[in-house]
């Protein structure tokens, strides 16, 4: 299982990811009341500005005080590691 840090040593499965995205607009903001309301909604945040929403397949979501650039930036990380880019340090 490949796990990517979404902030403050939170991790979530690569595996899993469906998407992340900015929690500005309306429709984003629905859903995570939604998913509050149904218990699933897991706060990575820490108190902190959340700048990203993680969508899982499972249903859960998870809030981050990371941007979405900056978490799909670690989860190309561990697609190039997994397919044997640059895992071993070596070219």
Do not use: C, W
């Not at 984003?28 to 309301?37: A, L, Y």
């Not at 699933?40 to 397949?57: E, H, N």
């Not at 900056?70 to 071993?88: N, V």
């Amino acid at each position: 299982m490949k796990l990517i840090n979404i902030g403050f040593g939170s991790m979530v499965s690569a595996e899993r990811l469906i998407a992340v995205i900015a929690p500005d607009s309306a429709p984003i903001k629905r859903i995570i009341q939604d998913v509050r309301d149904r218990g699933q909604l897991v706060d990575a945040s820490y108190g902190r500005k959340t700048r990203a929403v993680v969508i899982t397949d499972s249903g859960h979501v998870f809030l981050s005080a990371l941007t979405p650039e900056a978490i799909a930036s670690r989860a190309e990380e561990k697609i190039d590691m997994t397919a044997g880019g640059e895992a071993d340090g070596a070219e």
